[in-house]
């Protein structure tokens, strides 16, 4: 285990078309968290997850934005009806559980994605 | 809302002198500061992170400092290298919660000069 692991790197599709993010953290870690983050911008909150918990969405989420982890391993994240102002790169990140002490966010490499 | 205030935007220096990066928060509440570096298409690294029961915290160049009463906290690099060149991002952690989300600062472009 290396650490977080996104899939695919890079995505490029139509607008209206729907697309779905993989993310895989590292192991030991319950805590799984999605951001956006846009050129120039710092990363922006989209949802995080307890073990297979989502604990908390952003209201910035729109109803088009869907994020699962079902057995508390592996999260996806799904845009559906996809529009040009969703082109960004989205980011995953782990960390322990916040009664283990460790607060420090491991980041993915992120999905960049190109709505056209 | 929850809110970091990130400054400078750009910071460009000369190898050698130091660089300082200042981060404000909203939340009065916040107990957790961490300071990450991006280099241009990688992903952001934690370099350092202070909590709100230490005022200061230091590792080789680099060091934060945290005021809470004024409710910002600063990034301080000495001897800068050219590899330190890189997208620098404050964040905050909520305290009033049992939350784990961080809210980040808008970004600092560090520029060494050789």
């Known amino acids: 285990d290396t650490g977080v692991s996104q899939d695919p790197r890079h995505k490029i599709t139509k607008r209206g078309q729907n697309v779905t993010f993989r993310c895989d953290p590292i192991?030991?870690?319950?805590?799984l968290y999605w951001y956006r983050q846009t050129l120039g911008q710092g990363p922006e909150f989209l949802t995080y997850f307890q073990n297979e918990a989502q604990l908390e969405k952003s209201r910035l989420l729109s109803d088009r934005f869907s994020a699962e982890r079902p057995k508390g391993s592996f999260s996806t994240l799904e845009i559906q009806r996809t529009e040009q102002g969703d082109s960004a790169m989205y980011l995953c990140?782990?960390?322990?559980?916040?009664?283990?002490?460790?607060?420090?966010?491991?980041f993915g490499s992120g999905t960049r994605l190109t709505v056209v | 809302g929850e809110n970091v205030e990130q400054h400078p935007s750009t910071l460009s220096v000369q190898e050698g002198d130091s660089a300082v990066i200042k981060c404000t928060y909203s939340?009065?509440?916040?107990?957790?500061f961490p300071w990450y570096k991006q280099e241009l298409g990688k992903r952001p690294q934690l370099i350092i992170d202070i909590r709100s029961n230490v005022g200061e915290k230091k590792d080789q160049r680099i060091a934060v400092t945290l005021n809470k009463t004024a409710k910002h906290f600063s990034l301080h690099i000495t001897e800068t290298q050219p590899e330190d060149s890189a997208v620098y991002f404050c964040?905050?952690?909520?305290?009033?919660?049992?939350?784990?989300?961080?809210?980040f600062g808008q970004g600092t472009t560090l520029q060494v000069k050789p």
């Open positions: 939340d009065s509440a916040s107990n957790y």
């Open positions: 192991s030991e870690h319950n805590r």
């Open positions: 964040a905050s952690r909520a305290g009033s919660s049992n939350t784990g989300k961080l809210i």
């Open positions: 990140a782990s960390s322990l559980g916040l009664g283990q002490g460790n607060y420090g966010y491991t």
